[in-house]
């Protein structure tokens, strides 16, 4: 990893196309500007581990779904879904939300 110093209004620059400029210090806060072009993505470090950790947890499988897909991979009918709730038409018959 590279150190460097930096006082307020001096850059760095990365690369032909990237410039980092230190905007001001308030004691231990350091707000930067950066100066690249549209196609590179700049993110927060801690941005970025909150997504991924998110994106772990909603791909992991609850015990409901995990049964359903080895009843599909054994050539078993997956459990059936709720039925739709009976709905009052205008006519007074109570009709499922599925016969609409």
């Given at each position: 990893m590279l150190v460097l110093s930096r006082r307020v209004g001096e850059s760095l620059v990365i690369g032909d196309d990237i410039t980092?400029?230190?905007?001001e210090?308030?004691?231990d806060t350091v707000r930067l500007g950066v100066d690249a072009p549209r196609h590179v993505?700049?993110?927060?470090?801690?941005?970025?581990?909150a997504v991924k950790a998110e994106n772990a947890a909603a791909a992991r499988a609850d015990d409901g779904v995990a049964a359903a897909l080895?009843?599909?991979a054994?050539?078993?009918?997956a459990p059936a879904a709720p039925?739709?709730?009976?709905?009052?038409?205008p006519a007074g018959d109570e009709k499922a939300d599925t016969d609409r």
């Amino acid at each position: 990893m590279l150190v460097l110093s930096r006082r307020v209004g001096e850059s760095l620059v990365i690369g032909d196309d990237i410039t980092v400029t230190v905007i001001e210090v308030r004691g231990d806060t350091v707000r930067l500007g950066v100066d690249a072009p549209r196609h590179v993505r700049v993110h927060r470090a801690e941005v970025i581990a909150a997504v991924k950790a998110e994106n772990a947890a909603a791909a992991r499988a609850d015990d409901g779904v995990a049964a359903a897909l080895q009843a599909l991979a054994r050539g078993a009918a997956a459990p059936a879904a709720p039925a739709a709730p009976a709905v009052a038409d205008p006519a007074g018959d109570e009709k499922a939300d599925t016969d609409r």
